[in-house]
Every structure is written in C-alpha cells, then in structure tokens.
C-alpha cells in the first residue's frame, strides 16, 4: 500500500503566464513565492509554494503528493511499475523546481499526472496575500475520471486513501482527518477539474462571491453548503479555464474506524443544500 500523507501543490501550462499571475495574486489572493525562468511559484499557506504555473500546454497539469520516505518513495515507484504504470524519476533539476528531494511521476488509470514527492519545501511562515481573500491554505484536487469504480480502487487500493462519502458513484477521498484531498469527477478528459483553498470564514465566502462578480470573474457554483463536508463554498473560472474553489469549515474525520462513507445524490441537492446548481460540466448529469 503506497502511504500518501497530503496532496501538496498542483502544476499548471499556461500560455499567459503575467495573465495567469496577475489573476493568481489579484483575483485568487495567492502570494507570489518566487518568479523563475518560465514558472511563477504561489504559497497559500506555510508550505514554499501550493500552485505552480509555468510556460507550456495549458493541458500540461501535475498534481503532488507527499511520501513519507526515500524507502517508501522506491517501494511505490516499483509497485507502479508492476501494475503496469510508467514510472519516471525526476532529475535534480527538476526535483529543484518542484522544490522537492525526489519525485516520480505517473499517471493514474485515467491518464491524470500525477508525481509522488520527498520532502516538499515548507518555509514555516503564514502567506499574506495582497487581495485579502482570507486563505488559509490548498486543500484538495477534483481530478477527471474516465471510469469511477476503477479509478477509487486505484486510489484506496494501491494507495491509502479512504472513501469519505459519494455522490453518484464519485467518491470523496481522504489522506489524514481532513474529509477529502481527492475527489473524482466523471469526464471524458484527464486533468485537473478543481483546485480548493480553504478560506477562513463564511464573512470570506461572500466577501469573495461580490468580489470576483464586480471584477467580471465567472461563478460556476455557489454561494453553497456542500452536503457531504459540510463546507460553505464558491466555485469561480480561472485562467485557461480552470474551476477553483473556496471552501470554509470542511468536516474533520477523528473517529477513523467508525466512520462509514454515506451516499448522496448525483443531482444539485448532493452537491448543495441551499439550493444552488452547479453550473459547470463535470458536475451535471
Ligand atoms: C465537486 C463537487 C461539487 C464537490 C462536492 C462536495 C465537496 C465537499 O463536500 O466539500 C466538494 O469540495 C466538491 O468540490
Ligand atoms: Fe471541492
């Protein structure tokens, strides 16, 4: 079983990056944490940097993960492999720009990258973001999925992460206490689906519904409570099309063995109980 601690920070192309860094800093309220050759790093919380946008195909999008050690880190490139996966260890440059000791990358059965790292870089610092957006840091991954069913094998088989809850066959999956680091969405494609930050308060969440309105930013979902974490939420479009989400007050799972994942509706009343329906693709029937 590869033991997964968090999920860590996500990669994302883009063709515009002043575009994308304007709206990370301005729209989103990430801090910049470094301007390299061809990449702008963002820290959302004490972690060197959560988000990543580099130069490239804007369908290039990597999602990370921590592994707890060097040993486990071989053990789980060598169970990939096995399983039939390719397994590519990253080079120390590239290790340097992922601000990590060592990585591999895969892609899961859909064709989601995905990189497994050692030792991500923390700076032990809050982030202070000049749009006070109220972040208190990345939290989880939405990722496409072609096939539900083997997709959650994959993650909870080969992987340690546990179903939280369902909605339709789409699972919620947890690493630690936190209710879900990965949620797996029905698509035809493979990418990233949405990227959330949790936020600190429902004043954030509708502070943040009237600023990205006023500043022509479209909202695909919410203001809403998600019935499953519990969460209040805001689900907005970003650069190259790509959903994020602000959530507060998602549900902590403490009591791990009797915890039992709980089924909900693939309809608006699954996703929201106060009312409203999502207005982006994955999540429509
Ligand atoms: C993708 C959907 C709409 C979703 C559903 C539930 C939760 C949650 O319980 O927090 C999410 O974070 C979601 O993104
Ligand atoms: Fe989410």
């Excluded at 130069?55 to 060097?70: K, R, S, V, Y």
């Excluded at 990253?90 to 601000?99: D, I, K, P, S, V």
């Excluded at 998600?226 to 799972?253: C, D």
Aim: with cysteine.
């Amino acid at each position: 079983m590869i033991e997964l601690r968090d999920v860590v920070y996500c990669r994302l192309g883009t063709t515009d990056l002043a575009g994308a860094e304007w709206y990370a800093v301005n729209i989103l309220g990430l801090e910049v944490a470094e301007r390299r050759k061809g990449a702008v790093y963002f820290k959302s919380d004490a972690r060197a940097h959560t988000l990543c946008y580099f130069e490239g195909d804007p369908t290039d999008q990597m999602t990370a993960f921590e592994i707890g050690t060097a040993q486990d880190l071989h053990t789980a490139g060598a169970t990939l492999e096995a399983l039939g996966h390719d397994v590519y260890y990253g080079t120390r440059a590239e290790c340097e720009a992922r601000m990590v000791r060592e990585f591999i990358r895969f892609r899961d059965p859909t064709g989601n990258v995905i990189e497994f790292v050692l030792r991500p870089e923390t700076t032990g610092l809050d982030y202070h973001g000049s749009r006070n957006a109220g972040i208190t840091g990345f939290s989880h991954v939405g990722l496409c999925s072609s096939d539900l069913a083997r997709d959650e094998h994959f993650w909870t088989s080969v992987c340690n992460a546990r179903v939280s809850d369902r909605i339709g066959d789409a699972p919620l999956m947890r690493l630690g206490t936190i209710h879900h680091s990965i949620a797996l969405f029905p698509f035809h494609r493979a990418g990233i689906q949405h990227i959330n930050h949790q936020v600190g308060s429902t004043d954030d969440i509708q502070r943040s519904f009237h600023f990205v309105r006023e500043n022509q930013v479209n909202i695909t979902f919410g203001p809403g409570a998600h019935p499953t974490s519990s969460a209040e939420f805001l689900y907005f479009t970003g650069p190259e099309g790509m959903t994020f989400e602000y959530s507060t007050g998602v549900r902590e799972i403490h009591d791990e063995p009797a915890w039992r994942d709980r089924q909900f509706h693939f309809e608006p009343k699954g996703f929201c109980h106060w009312g409203s329906a999502p207005q982006i693709a994955a999540f429509k029937k």
